[in-house]
């Protein structure tokens, strides 16, 4: 069986931004947040190259289940954030998070998704 290739994408400035956001103070970010600390023009675009970015491993994304709405995708650091970063300590940290996000019970996923909107409106 042939092993599939992630796909090869140039992190952009604003990626590298959403990332260490990611890693730094939020963790976890659903696409309107997003939109609010990085703006990445339209509905569309922003979802097109969040796509890529989980494709390509810098990002992940879980579906957050909600009652009586539809899904929504959270996105946290992905397999291959670390490599976006210089520092060894940085590197080590981010697998962790990385480990730790994917590992949150949903009913965690929306409640650290209300945290992070009350930190933005600070």
């Given at each position: 069986m042939p092993i599939t290739k992630q796909p090869q994408i140039i992190p952009q400035h604003?990626?590298?931004?959403?990332?260490r956001m990611l890693a730094e103070d939020f963790r976890i970010l659903?696409?309107?947040?997003?939109?609010?600390?990085?703006?990445?023009?339209?509905?569309?675009?922003?979802?097109?190259?969040?796509?890529?970015l989980c494709d390509a491993g810098y990002l992940s994304s879980r579906s957050i289940p909600a009652p009586g709405?539809?899904?929504?995708l959270a996105?946290?650091?992905?397999?291959?954030?670390?490599?976006?970063?210089?520092?060894p300590a940085e590197k080590n940290l981010l697998l962790?998070?990385?480990k730790q996000a994917s590992q949150l019970a949903p009913s965690a996923l929306?409640?650290?998704i209300i945290e992070v909107e009350g930190?933005?409106?600070r």
């Amino acid at each position: 069986m042939p092993i599939t290739k992630q796909p090869q994408i140039i992190p952009q400035h604003r990626d590298r931004s959403l990332i260490r956001m990611l890693a730094e103070d939020f963790r976890i970010l659903i696409g309107e947040q997003i939109d609010e600390l990085v703006p990445m023009g339209s509905v569309t675009r922003r979802n097109f190259r969040l796509k890529q970015l989980c494709d390509a491993g810098y990002l992940s994304s879980r579906s957050i289940p909600a009652p009586g709405r539809p899904n929504r995708l959270a996105y946290y650091l992905g397999s291959r954030a670390w490599e976006l970063f210089d520092d060894p300590a940085e590197k080590n940290l981010l697998l962790s998070l990385h480990k730790q996000a994917s590992q949150l019970a949903p009913s965690a996923l929306e409640h650290r998704i209300i945290e992070v909107e009350g930190r933005q409106r600070r």
